[in-house]
Nanobody, 124 residues
Framework: VQLVESGGGLVQAGGSLRLSCAASGLFFNSYAMAWFRQAPGKEREFVAAISRNGGSTDYSDSVKGRFTIARDSAQSTVYLQMNSLKPEDTASYSC??????????????????WGQGTQVTVSS
């Protein structure tokens, strides 16, 4: 199984980025997907999640209204559209996949597969 993120980079505050996570080696439609982030010296933080069929999404309060998670089953890819970026969004962003069928927000330990992360840096 591989999850490969891309799309990170350096952007000014107020700008936008779109992250992608391409999945392979798994039956994509069986997995709920999520994005987490981790800044230096801080704990890993939940950002957003999307259900298997894309019909349900969940966002942390810190990104709600600015970020949008989506998935494309034909491409086995999950996206994170990030708008109105702030310096506090600076972190390494990782995608994760889980077979867990529970519908509540899951902690990072509930996810079986992880990507290597892509760095997002927002300058003020």
């Amino acid at each position: 199984v591989q999850l490969v993120e891309s799309g990170g980079g350096l952007v000014q505050a107020g700008g936008s980025l779109r992250l992608s996570c391409a999945a392979s080696g798994l039956f994509f439609n069986s997995y709920a997907m999520a994005w987490f982030r981790q800044a230096p010296g801080k704990e890993r933080e939940f950002v957003a999640a999307i259900s298997r069929n894309g019909g349900s999404t969940d966002y942390s309060d810190s990104v709600k209204g600015r970020f949008t998670i989506a998935r494309d089953s034909a491409q086995s890819t999950v996206y994170l559209q990030m708008n109105s970026l702030k310096p506090e969004d600076t972190a390494s962003y990782s995608c994760a996949a889980t077979l867990t069928t529970r519908t509540e927000r899951l902690g990072h330990l509930e996810y079986q597969y992880w990507g290597q992360g892509t760095q997002v840096t927002v300058s003020s």
